[in-house]
């Protein structure tokens, strides 16, 4: 069976107080309800991920990174190596955000270099991608990623891929409250299955856990978790309230 996974994206959001006080808190409360399919994954600022790694140490939750450099070391002035990342404790790296590929205009290229670098180095990587609202209304949603999955990820070998977890994010869904339907997910997860077995096989497509991400939260969680494909979540604005955090966590058992 495949792993449930549901993983909060912190973005920038918390100072160093308050985001460890934050870490300890759902440390805490995993210690005593422990997920019994999901795996809970807490994804912080860079600022944050030695200090939770120590405190999620003996702990049920595992720990990524949102971003890591292109570049494995040298003079890249501001920049932080997937091997860093690595070096904290932390297990994952989320790459291919939205945010990023928008704001900070990275494409395909470049995050199947970080995801090779990332994988590399010894980290999974949370993959992302997902349609603009004007390539949906177009009609082009599948086209799209179709391309950031043949771009970003299909130069990997089998054993790459199986570090990588995918999260489907549709664009329009992410911070507005507005959610794809579960069928919308549904049928778009499946695509993407079917596109990774055709590449990889069967085998492959059928241990791949494919996330939803898109204004997920405790009252429409359970209902898009439901669906065959969705293996969990992507989630931002929600892991940012323990309440509603692990009621998306508890929304998979
Ligand atoms: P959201 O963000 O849950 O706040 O829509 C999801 C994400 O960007 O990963």
């Known amino acids: 069976m495949r792993k449930k996974i549901v993983a909060g994206n912190w973005k920038m959001n918390m100072d160093l107080a308050e985001g460890l006080k934050f870490v300890g808190s759902i440390d805490k409360y995993f210690k005593e309800k422990p997920s019994k399919r999901a795996l ?9 991920l030695a200090g939770a790694s120590e405190i ?15 570049e494995a070391s040298g003079a890249y002035t501001g920049e932080v190596s997937a091997w860093m990342i690595k070096s ?8 291919g955000h939205s945010e990023r ?7 395909d290229k470049l995050i199947n270099k970080k995801t090779l670098l990332a994988i590399n180095s010894g980290l999974k990587v949370i993959f992302c991608l997902g349609e603009q609202l004007t390539e949906r209304e177009a009609g082009n949603h599948f086209l799209i990623v179709k391309r950031q999955l043949e771009e970003g990820l299909f130069n990997l070998t089998e054993e790459q891929m199986d ?4 999260a489907y994010e549709p664009v329009w869904a992410i911070g507005t409250g507005l959610t794809a339907t579960p069928e919308q997910a549904q049928e778009m997860h499946k695509f993407i299955r079917d596109k990774v077995k055709e590449k990889y096989g069967n085998d ?9 991400g898109g204004s997920c939260k405790p009252s429409n969680a359970s209902e898009i978790f439901s669906k ?12 940012l309230k323990k309440e509603d955090f692990a009621a998306i966590v508890e929304a998979l058992l």
Not at 88 to 95: D, R
């Open 163 to 166: 570090k990588i977890v995918i």
């Open 228 to 239: 065959p494909d969705v293996d969990g979540g992507l989630i931002g604005g929600a892991s």
């Open 88 to 95: 904290t404790g932390a297990e994952y790296v989320i790459l």
């Open 56 to 70: 999620l140490k003996h702990g049920k939750v595992a720990l990524g990174a949102q971003n890591c450099s292109s």
């Open 101 to 107: 590929r928008t704001y900070y205009h990275e494409d």
């Open 40 to 48: 809970v994954i807490l994804c912080p600022t860079f600022i944050h």
């Open 204 to 212: 492959c497509a059928k241990k791949l856990p494919v996330l939803y």
